[in-house]
Each structure stands twice: as structure tokens, then as C-alpha cells.
């Protein structure tokens, strides 16, 4: 499972021009899931993304979390995240296929929810075509992915 968090002013999501979701000051994560995916690799991005600091405190750099603010979370399903290239032309076989990764990824909002507060939670539309508006902070972008449960972690922090 894979995420791409950006630390933003502000995010929202629309869909034919309609706003799906919105957010303030918080995270916008972009979440990719792969067909070997289960609720492992959701229990590991979930306890990483709300403990990441990300944060500023007092002008120190990197003191604080989404959580320890009390910020929101605006997270959107991201197939193209788990893609190879064939050529020029890129190819997502790797991505879990519709239904299953619709449920996987309920699964890792409701633990979201679970794990700090639902009201902070918010997403866009599952397999809609959708524009994401992003106002960056920083800019900070860091690239999150649960290990890979057939071989050792190598040089991954729990």
C-alpha cells in the first residue's frame, strides 16, 4: 500500500465541477493500493500518516503530527500510484482491481476514523474522475509504503 502525502494550506476534491470533499490546514493523502494488499498494510499507514510529524511548533521544524494539531486528513484513491511502464505507456495491472480495493480502502478510512477522529477524515470520490486541488505547504510531499510482507524490512522504521 502506498501514500502520497502532502502537508497543505488547503485541499479539496470536485467532481464535474461539484466539490465532493474540502479541508483547511492538514494532510492531503493520495493512496494507492496493490492486489497483494490486505489490512496489515492498512494498520501500517494508518498509525505512520496520524504520527508523522509534519508540523511546525514554536518555528521548530518537524515537532508535530496531523494528530497532535488536531488537523484534518482529505484522502483520495489513487490507482495510478501502483503503475510500470510499458514503453510510454503506463500499465496498472500491479493496482488492486475495483470492488476489493474499494472495500480495502473503506477499511483504511474507517480505521482513520477509528484511530483519531472521523469528523477529520474526509475523501473523495472512489473511482470517480476527479480534480484535486492541492495548496501545498512547504512544499512538503513524503512518500509513505507499508513493507512488503513476504521478505525481511530492510532498512524500514516501524
Known amino acids: ?7 497543505v494550506k488547503a485541499a479539496k476534491v470536485t467532481v464535474l ?7 483547511g490546514p492538514g494532510l492531503c493523502v493520495l493512496v494507492g493500493i496493490k ?3 490486505t489490512v496489515t498494510d492498512v494498520e501500517y499507514l494508518v498509525r505512520k500518516i496520524l504520527a508523522l510529524r509534519l508540523f ?6 518537524w515537532q508535530k503530527s496531523v494528530k497532535d494539531l488536531n488537523l484534518e486528513l482529505l484522502c483520495v484513491s489513487q490507482f495510478t500510484l501502483y503503475h510500470r511502464l510499458k514503453g510510454n505507456k503506463p500499465d496498472f495491472s500491479a493496482a488492486m482491481k475495483g470492488e476489493e480495493a474499494q472495500q480495502l480502502y473503506n477499511h483504511f478510512l474507517d480505521r482513520l476514523g477509528q484511530s483519531y477522529d472521523s469528523s477529520k477524515i474526509k475523501d473523495g470520490k472512489f473511482g470517480a474522475y476527479m480534480q484535486v486541488h492541492i495548496e501545498n505547504d512547504g512544499p512538503v510531499t513524503i512518500n509513505l509504503e507499508s513493507p512488503d510482507q513476504k521478505q525481511p524490512d530492510e532498512g524500514v522504521d516501524k
Open 35 to 37: 492486489a497483494s494488499d
Open 1 to 7: 500500500m502506498r501514500a502520497v502525502i502532502q502537508r
Open 56 to 61: 511546525e511548533e514554536e518555528s521548530k521544524r
Open 17 to 23: 465541477d461539484e466539490l465532493v470533499s474540502s479541508i
